[in-house]
């Protein structure tokens, strides 16, 4: 990977660049991307800290037209900013399949204390996902775990997709019955085929689990039988965070209940099974 920086100073006096606090501070018309194919402009430039000078407000268009400085945000040349801008859009890159991608920049610099920046990219060919497994689901009945899944064999190798998956797969598991339900996952590429990963997924689901006895708190004025009415669960039934979610949203509903909150209750006595979850309502 190499990180060159190349700066081309244009103009009747060539300026040194300013470093924070000390000499005049370059203003940034233009922030340019050259060689981006995968990902558009407006992307990488939601990357980046460094900004360019714009109209503060599309209400203000007009008044931006006639360069009235109110309606303006003028924006400045960050030079420490600048060198780590390169290393945000090289992450970008990676973290989406684009383990190669190189980054360059360039500055173009007027005399009037103005510039434009632009970033050189080298993309290279992505990694993509050439196999994709599920493992230890086997045993799970009553639901689809794998079906539809963010990430598919082809697509490229995104570490946001790998998360989304992960979080899809133990989300899928906490709402029929297993609280305990961990995901981990393992990209291989082959140093033949440095483009191809193999991804597993290994599921731990734990054990399949049931609410336990309910009990509740804070409720001085409230009957412990219209608190119950609100919750869509009850003792014995499959557990499901989504219903747990549900019952705080029926609790919020009341208007004299200011605070909810549904949590496991701890079982000192350690005679309650790994399959039944007892459950503590607090409500203020």
Not at 253 to 281: C, F, K, R, Y
Request: include cysteine; charge should be negative.
């Amino acid at each position: 990977m190499r990180l060159a920086f190349r700066l081309f100073l244009l103009g009747v006096v060539a300026l040194p660049l300013p470093v924070s606090g000390q000499g005049p501070a370059v203003e940034i018309t233009r922030i340019a991307f050259r060689g981006n194919i995968a990902f558009p402009d407006d992307s990488l430039s939601r990357a980046i800290a460094n900004r360019e000078t714009g109209c503060r407000s599309r209400w203000l268009l007009p008044l931006c037209v006639l360069d009235l400085d109110f309606s303006i945000d003028r924006r400045t040349l960050n030079v420490r900013e600048l060198a780590r801008d390169i290393l945000r859009l090289r992450g970008f890159y990676a973290g989406r399949g684009y383990r190669e991608a190189q980054v360059d920049t360039v500055l173009t610099r007027s005399s009037d204390q103005t510039g434009e920046i632009t970033f050189e990219i080298e993309e290279g060919p992505p990694v993509r996902v050439s196999t994709l497994t599920v493992q230890g689901a086997e045993g799970i009945e009553g639901f689809d775990l794998v079906a539809e899944l963010p990430i598919r064999e082809g697509d490229l190798l995104s570490t946001i997709n790998l998360t989304t998956t992960r979080d899809t797969l133990i989300q899928r598991l906490l709402n029929k019955g297993y609280p305990r339900a961990d995901v981990g996952s393992v990209s291989r590429m082959l140093v033949e085929t440095p483009y191809d990963a193999d991804v597993k997924f290994e599921v731990d689901p734990g054990p399949h689990s049931v609410f336990g006895p309910i009990t509740l708190m804070g409720n001085e004025e409230l009957e412990g039988d219209v608190i119950r009415r609100l919750l869509p669960f009850a003792e014995g039934e499959e557990f499901s965070a989504a219903r747990i979610v549900e019952a705080q949203r029926n609790l919020f509903a009341i208007e004299m209940i200011q605070h909810a909150a549904i949590n496991e209750m701890a079982d000192p006595s350690g005679t309650v099974p790994d399959s039944v979850l007892p459950l503590q309502v607090q409500i203020t």
